[in-house]
Antibody, heavy 121, light 108 residues
Framework: QLQLQESGPGLVKPSETLSLTCDVSGGSIKNYFWSWIRQPPGKELEWIGYIHHSGATNYNPSLQNRVIISVDTSKNQFSLKLTSVTPADTAVYYC???????????????WGQGTLVTVSS | EVVMTQSPATLSVSPGERVTLSCRASQSINSHLAWYQQKPGQAPRLLIYGASTRATGIPARFSGSGSGTVFTLTISGLQSEDFALYYC??????????FGQGTKLEIK
């Protein structure tokens, strides 16, 4: 059974870089797309971006100037970096596998448990 | 960006009842819609994809319908474990993928 687990600092100072890792177990990271999604407290889900095991990426236009998603197939993990954070970036961050019957249209399954990142000095 | 609008924001129902949750897209998304269930402190769980196909292990009391811009999630015979948050997600027109703001199903 595929499982995803996010890890990283729970507190980041404003203007610094948020860094998270998603460890994939129970299956290979290869041949899939992998996403990061976040949910600010009391607000809706926001898709951040995805990466393919080949390294191809696609980002939410609203965040693309600050986001870098990378993959390490040898460790079966992928990572998120969000630069120049502000308190508005405080959220629960989730990683998830993209899955679909067609290469172009994919839903999210499964998801990691999520990790809360607070941006505060 | 496709805006997804869910209604109502909160639904108070009794166990055993049948309930319908709505999700509307700002433009046609064909049938590229998924529904997720989220309980407090847990990750979202996929219920429905392709607007109407149940994910593996999802009970038959969950059903999805719709295409284009109007979609529904119906839960027949509500059980105690069904009281949760429900989100719809469009994956037709991206980037970005977008989600509805959620419907909270609470016990009446």
């Amino acid at each position: 059974q595929l499982q995803l687990q996010e890890s990283g600092p729970g507190l980041v100072k404003p203007s610094e870089t948020l860094s998270l890792t998603c460890d994939v177990s129970g299956g290979s990271i290869k041949n899939y797309f992998w996403s990061w999604i976040r949910q600010p407290p009391g607000k809706e889900l926001e898709w951040i971006g995805y990466i393919h095991h080949s390294g191809a990426t696609n980002y939410n236009p609203s965040l693309q100037n600050r986001v870098i998603i990378s993959v390490d197939t040898s460790k079966n993990q992928f990572s998120l970096k969000l630069t120049s954070v502000t308190p508005a970036d405080t959220a629960v961050y989730y990683c998830a596998r993209e899955w679909g019957l067609d290469a172009s249209w994919r839903w999210l399954d499964p998801w990691g448990q999520g990790t809360l990142v607070t941006v505060s000095s | 960006e496709v805006v997804m609008t869910q209604s109502p924001a909160t639904l108070s129902v009794s166990p055993g009842e049948r309930v319908t949750l709505s999700c509307r897209a700002s433009q046609s998304i064909n049938s590229h819609l998924a529904w997720y269930q989220q309980k407090p402190g847990q990750a979202p769980r996929l219920l429905i994809y392709g607007a109407s196909t149940r994910a593996t292990g999802i009970p038959a009391r969950f059903s999805g319908s719709g295409s284009g811009t109007v979609f529904t999630l119906t839960i027949s015979g509500l059980q105690s474990e069904d009281f949760a948050l429900y989100y719809c997600h469009q994956y037709d027109n991206w980037p970005p993928y977008t989600f509805g703001q959620g419907t909270k199903l609470e016990i009446k």
